[in-house]
């Protein structure tokens, strides 16, 4: 798959084949392609100006520049050079790939002194001109970059190699124009990584890793273990894709629902700026008794499609523990760049995958904020007229709370549901209340009056694998679950041959 080498100078050399009865002996003619380009490091071969005839790519780490050598047919072949960015810091790596899937093979570097990869989308023409593009600013010491379609959805996503950070991402391609990226970090804490590439190491169909670093003196390769998103499709028609962070799976797009899973109208839902065209990339706002379908019990499923619900405080609580903390988790949920975002879009790198976008909301008077905030609803009431909910904002990183008015109008995001193996034929909703909830040690259930004892207890964590099980003798008896981890957890009831089942946190 790679087509690097590296010279002094550019220089081709021909492979000669001279036969000898059943021996072959090979030989080169060396063809001098440019004497005067500042420092080569990285070289790649790709047609780029679609002529059917391979053109040279170099990077000119002395130089600072990206340029590339046009084939020209002839005996001998001759070159002509032209410039694709001749400010690009230490330039040491290129390659090449369709990254925005026009027909037209674009090119990909690393700058080593700038810390930076990007990409020149090719414009095509006559004489062909360049625009670039950032993949990602900050990568210190960037020393290789490659095309590579590692998620098998049919557009190419991009590997880098950060020298200084001791890191080899991966960076996603949203498949859209301005091409929009989200970074996946394969290894971390690789001391002195330089290299990688890419095949399908282990013949099963997914494309494997392979990289090495020299400060670690280690050669390691990478399993990919692809797994493929499910996507949800709710009753007006709209597809939604889904990401795995930590041990919860969120919907990637805001909400577009006009009608709620059984077919009936949602009556408080809105576009920003009563305009449609903002809906296809920022979703609806809804009121919080619209989005919960007029519910008030934490974790309904609202407006979410069927297996969804609207996400609880401790929910959105254990994505921002999940990502760091609050202070940075709202960095790794927000889409990159500016397309969406207000400048300076402050820490957004989207290495969670969530791709928060600026939807803005209603107060009690008007529209404000798009392009500013991501706001969501949790389903988590605090009063009769306030409940809370996170928001995400252009100028800092943070993930935030807030406890505010139902009425005004915010984004939908949705979680889906824990599914735990219990038998769902026998299940009884609120047969059971614990308590304390949240609880630090131990907690204490409420059954009916007229049960049998003793009542086996299962609790779930929020994969829905099984923690715990306890027996409960008597109506005095509590459960001690101090040894579990914080978090949401759910607690099923075996009563007389049917489960019943009730939420609860630990702190």
């Given at each position: 798959?790679?087509?690097?080498?590296?010279?002094?100078?550019?220089?081709?050399?021909?492979?000669?084949?001279?036969?000898?009865?059943?021996?072959?002996?090979?030989?080169?003619?060396?063809?001098?392609?440019?004497?005067?380009?500042?420092?080569?490091?990285?070289?790649?071969?790709?047609?780029?100006?679609?002529?059917?005839?391979?053109?040279?790519?170099?990077?000119?780490?002395?130089?600072?520049?990206?340029?590339?050598?046009?084939n020209i047919e002839g005996q001998p072949?001759?070159?002509?050079?032209?410039?694709?960015?001749?400010?690009?810091?230490?330039?040491?790596?290129?390659?090449?790939?369709?990254?925005?899937?026009?027909?037209?093979?674009?090119?990909?570097?690393?700058?080593?002194?700038?810390?930076?990869?990007?990409?020149?989308?090719?414009?095509?023409?006559?004489?062909?001109?360049?625009?670039?593009?950032?993949?990602?600013?900050?990568?210190?010491?960037?020393?290789?970059?490659?095309?590579?379609?590692?998620?098998?959805?049919?557009?190419?996503?991009?590997?880098?190699?950060?020298?200084?950070?001791?890191?080899?991402?991966?960076?996603?391609?949203?498949?859209?124009?301005?091409?929009?990226?989200?970074?996946?970090?394969?290894?971390?804490?690789?001391?002195?990584?330089?290299?990688?590439?890419?095949?399908?190491?282990?013949?099963?169909?997914?494309?494997?890793?392979?990289?090495?670093?020299?400060?670690?003196?280690?050669?390691?390769?990478?399993?990919?273990?692809?797994?493929?998103?499910?996507?949800?499709?709710?009753?007006?028609?709209?597809?939604?894709?889904?990401?795995?962070?930590?041990?919860?799976?969120?919907?990637?797009?805001?909400?577009?629902s006009l009608h709620y899973p059984d077919?009936?109208?949602?009556?408080?839902?809105?576009?920003?700026?009563?305009?449609?065209?903002?809906?296809?990339?920022?979703?609806?706002?809804?009121?919080?008794?619209?989005?919960?379908?007029?519910?008030?019990?934490?974790?309904?499923?609202?407006?979410?499609?069927?297996?969804?619900?609207?996400?609880?405080?401790?929910?959105?609580?254990?994505?921002?523990?999940?990502?760091?903390?609050?202070?940075?988790?709202?960095?790794?949920?927000?889409?990159?760049?500016?397309?969406?975002?207000?400048?300076?879009?402050?820490?957004?790198?989207?290495?969670?995958?969530?791709?928060?976008?600026?939807?803005?909301?209603?107060?009690?008077?008007?529209?404000?904020?798009?392009?500013?905030?991501?706001?969501?609803?949790?389903?988590?009431?605090t009063s009769g007229t306030y409940c809370?909910?996170?928001?995400?904002?252009?100028?800092?990183?943070?993930?935030?709370?807030?406890?505010?008015?139902?009425?005004?109008?915010?984004?939908?995001?949705?979680?889906?549901?824990?599914?735990?193996?219990?038998?769902?034929?026998?299940?009884?909703?609120?047969?059971?209340?614990?308590?304390?909830?949240?609880?630090?040690?131990?907690?204490?259930?409420?059954?009916?009056?007229?049960?049998?004892?003793?009542?086996?207890?299962?609790?779930?964590?929020?994969?829905?694998?099984?923690?715990?099980?306890?027996?409960?003798?008597?109506?005095?008896?509590?459960?001690?679950?101090?040894?579990?981890?914080?978090?949401?957890?759910?607690?099923?009831?075996?009563?007389?041959?049917?489960?019943?089942?009730?939420?609860?946190?630990?702190?």
């Amino acid at each position: 798959m790679k087509k690097i080498k590296q010279f002094v100078v550019l220089i081709l050399l021909i492979n000669v084949f001279c036969i000898y009865g059943q021996s072959q002996d090979i030989s080169f003619n060396i063809h001098t392609v440019d004497n005067n380009f500042a420092g080569p490091a990285g070289i790649y071969i790709s047609d780029l100006n679609n002529d059917n005839r391979p053109d040279i790519i170099c990077a000119g780490a002395d130089a600072n520049t990206i340029a590339w050598w046009q084939n020209i047919e002839g005996q001998p072949i001759t070159w002509s050079r032209q410039t694709i960015d001749n400010d690009f810091g230490t330039a040491i790596y290129v390659s090449a790939g369709d990254i925005d899937g026009d027909g037209l093979t674009d090119v990909l570097g690393a700058s080593w002194g700038d810390h930076e990869l990007a990409w020149w989308r090719n414009e095509g023409g006559l004489i062909t001109s360049w625009t670039k593009y950032v993949i990602k600013s900050l990568f210190t010491k960037a020393h290789e970059i490659m095309p590579c379609d590692l998620d098998d959805d049919g557009d190419l996503d991009v590997l880098g190699v950060s020298a200084g950070l001791g890191i080899i991402s991966w960076f996603e391609n949203d498949g859209q124009f301005p091409v929009g990226w989200t970074q996946h970090n394969i290894v971390t804490g690789f001391n002195g990584a330089r290299s990688v590439d890419a095949d399908d190491i282990d013949s099963d169909g997914d494309i494997d890793l392979v990289c090495g670093g020299n400060s670690a003196n280690e050669i390691r390769w990478y399993e990919n273990d692809l797994v493929n998103l499910e996507t949800v499709t709710d009753y007006d028609g709209n597809i939604y894709h889904t990401v795995v962070i930590g041990n919860q799976t969120w919907l990637k797009e805001n909400l577009k629902s006009l009608h709620y899973p059984d077919g009936s109208e949602i009556t408080e839902v809105w576009a920003y700026d009563d305009d449609e065209a903002n809906v296809e990339t920022y979703g609806r706002l809804y009121t919080w008794d619209g989005a919960m379908n007029y519910s008030t019990l934490e974790g309904s499923q609202g407006v979410c499609p069927d297996g969804w619900h609207i996400p609880t405080d401790s929910e959105w609580t254990e994505l921002g523990t999940f990502l760091g903390g609050n202070n940075v988790a709202g960095g790794k949920l927000k889409e990159t760049g500016t397309e969406h975002w207000l400048s300076p879009n402050t820490g957004a790198t989207n290495e969670s995958g969530f791709t928060a976008l600026p939807g803005g909301e209603y107060d009690d008077t008007h529209y404000q904020l798009l392009h500013e905030y991501a706001v969501m609803w949790s389903s988590t009431e605090t009063s009769g007229t306030y409940c809370k909910y996170r928001y995400l904002a252009y100028n800092d990183e943070a993930l935030h709370t807030y406890n505010y008015y139902k009425d005004f109008r915010y984004s939908v995001r949705c979680i889906k549901n824990i599914v735990t193996g219990i038998d769902d034929q026998g299940y009884i909703e609120k047969m059971i209340k614990v308590s304390p909830n949240p609880v630090n040690d131990f907690l204490s259930i409420r059954f009916p009056d007229k049960i049998c004892y003793p009542v086996r207890i299962d609790i779930y964590d929020v994969t829905g694998k099984l923690v715990q099980t306890a027996n409960v003798n008597t109506i005095d008896d509590r459960v001690c679950v101090s040894n579990l981890h914080k978090g949401l957890y759910l607690l099923s009831a075996n009563i007389d041959g049917k489960n019943s089942i009730e939420k609860f946190v630990k702190k």
